[in-house]
C-alpha cells in the first residue's frame, strides 16, 4: 500500500496547499497577485508535482507495483492539482477575460467525468484513458505552468500568450475527450 508510487502520488496531494499559499495573493506581502519570487518558487514545486505524476505510474508499471490505491489515487490528485492552480490563477487574475471560459471547461469537465467514472464503476464498466485524453493532460499541465512561470518572468509576454494559446488547446482537448466519456458512459444510462 506504501509503495513508492503510491507515496509519491500521495505526495502531489500534499504539496497542493504548499502551491496554493504560494500562488495566494497577500499572503506574504500586501497586494493582488504574489510577487516574481513567489511564482518562481511556485513553477518549481508543479514542475516537481508533474514530475512525481509521471514517475509514480512508471514505476508502478516498472516494478508491477500497480496498486488500487495508486490506481484510484493518482487521478484525484491531477485533479486536485489542476483544479487548485486553475482556480488560484483566476483568482490571482493571471487567467482573466474570455481565457476564464477555457479554464471553466476545464474544470468542469473533470468534474463532469469524475462522475461517470464513478457511475461506471458502480456498474463494473472500465473507460480506459485514450490516447488524446493523455495529450489534454499534457496540455493542460504545460499551460498552468507556462502561465505560472509567466508570473515569475512579468517582462516574457509572449510566454503568458503562448500559455493561454494551450490553455486554450487544452480545452477544447478537454471538451473532445469528455464528449468521448459521455458517449460511452450514455449507453450505460436508462
Not at 49 to 57: C, K, L, N, P
Not at 100 to 107: E, G, K, Q
Request: glycine share 8%; hydrophobic share 60%; aromatic share 10%.
Amino acid at each position: 500500500m506504501l509503495s513508492l508510487p503510491n507515496i509519491l502520488t500521495l505526495s502531489r496531494i500534499l504539496a497542493v496547499p504548499i502551491l496554493v499559499f504560494l500562488l495566494w495573493p497577500g499572503a506574504k506581502q500586501i497586494g493582488i497577485q504574489p510577487v516574481p519570487l513567489d511564482y518562481g518558487f511556485a513553477f518549481i514545486l508543479y514542475c516537481l508535482m508533474g514530475i512525481t505524476d509521471y514517475f509514480d505510474g512508471y514505476l508502478a508499471r516498472a516494478q508491477g507495483t500497480v496498486s488500487k490505491l495508486g490506481v484510484f489515487l493518482d487521478p484525484i490528485a491531477d485533479k486536485i492539482m489542476v483544479a487548485a492552480v486553475i482556480l488560484m490563477l483566476v483568482f490571482t487574475r493571471d487567467v482573466d477575460g474570455w481565457h476564464v471560459i477555457a479554464a471553466l471547461i476545464i474544470l468542469l469537465r473533470e468534474m463532469i467525468v469524475s462522475g461517470l467514472r464513478e457511475f461506471l464503476a458502480g456498474l463494473q464498466i472500465s473507460v480506459p484513458v485514450s490516447k488524446l485524453a493523455k495529450w489534454k493532460t499534457t496540455f493542460q499541465l504545460v499551460s498552468l505552468g507556462g502561465i505560472i512561470l509567466a508570473g515569475a518572468l512579468p517582462d516574457w509576454i509572449l510566454l503568458k500568450q503562448a500559455a493561454l494559446a494551450l490553455l486554450w488547446i487544452a480545452a477544447v482537448l478537454t471538451m473532445i475527450t469528455g464528449w468521448d466519456y459521455l458517449r460511452v458512459g450514455i449507453k450505460h444510462m436508462d
